[in-house]
């Protein structure tokens, strides 16, 4: 990785699931709780790969699943009976049991769920939840997180303090953070900036507070708008996006070996 002139590698979520073994992708993206461990590794191994990390000067950013926790297989906004009785016993914790209809209007957006049961974030009890959660993970050694799902947790100017309080009560204040705020206004992102870097597949931000990419596993795995697009044909535009802008997500599809390709190699040196 190092020698390829990356400096970060983003690993999938390390939260528990619903089931255990071989399962699809997108359940990784179904937490039942907020600790560490699942089949992608235990928190003995997180802490392992930290050290060698840095040992290589490369950072580790955890992608964290906060807006929603995993539901009944039957597709109704109901937790799953595998997650924490402290968090499912709260209802509280959980916001209105309907689904966004509409993707434009901002209320929805923030206030109903994504067929999934979605988490209130404004709720300090919760907050400390996940405030403990992610100094466990900084304690493991890692360099910063993604934030899952960021566009649908609300903002200051929209009744929540979750940015100001959560981030501001991390144990570190050097961690590389992002929001993943996909297929949203130039107001929004802007407004996700004032307190976090922001993942998005826009470049109306300026460089130094967002992180752009060709591919994500979104484009690639769920939207599928990418997967068409031939490696040969994402590595060109990758070159392009890294001579414009400085904070850049390479995603690594699977089965695919492009990330060790020279040219790789190359355009990360003409950046240096």
């Given amino acids: 990785m190092k ?28 937490p039942i709780n907020f600790s560490i461990g699942n089949q992608y590794g235990s928190r003995e191994e997180l ?7 840095k040992e290589n000067n490369i950072k580790i950013i955890v992608d964290v699943v906060l807006n929603h926790v995993a539901g009944k297989d039957t597709g109704e ?29 901002r209320e929805e957006v923030i206030d109903l769920c994504i067929g999934l049961p979605c988490l209130r974030l404004d709720n300090y009890q919760l907050q400390d939840i996940i405030i403990k959660f992610l100094n466990e993970l900084i304690d493991c050694g890692v360099d910063g997180f993604r934030f899952d799902a960021a566009k649908h947790i609300k903002l200051p100017s929209e ?3 979750f940015w100001i309080r959560v981030l501001n009560k991390l144990k ?39 992180v752009s990419f060709v591919e994500s596993h979104d484009s690639y795995l769920e939207f599928c708008y990418t997967n068409k697009i031939s490696s040969e044909d994402i590595l060109k535009e990758y ?34």
């Fill in 3 to 30: 020698e390829q002139g990356f400096d970060a590698i983003q690993i999938s979520p390390i939260q528990p699931l619903k089931e255990e073994g071989q399962i699809p992708w997108y359940l990784f993206y179904q």
């Fill in 47 to 53: 802490i392992k790969l930290c050290k060698e990390s």
């Fill in 77 to 105: 906004l109901i937790p799953s009976e595998k997650v924490d009785n402290d968090i499912k016993s709260n209802i509280d914790f959980f916001k209105e049991s309907r689904n966004i209809i509409n993707y434009e209007n």
């Fill in 159 to 161: 009744g929540s303090d």
């Fill in 172 to 210: 570190r204040r050097d961690l590389f953070n992002y929001a993943e705020v996909i297929f949203s206004s130039k107001e929004i992102l802007e407004e996700y900036s004032k307190y976090v870097k922001v993942l998005t597949e826009s470049e109306a931000l300026n460089e130094d507070i967002s």
């Fill in 239 to 272: 070159k392009k996006l890294c001579s414009r802008r400085k904070n850049t997500l390479f995603y690594a599809r699977p089965f695919d070996n492009t990330w060790q390709r020279e040219e790789i190699k190359i355009i990360h040196q003409k950046r240096e």
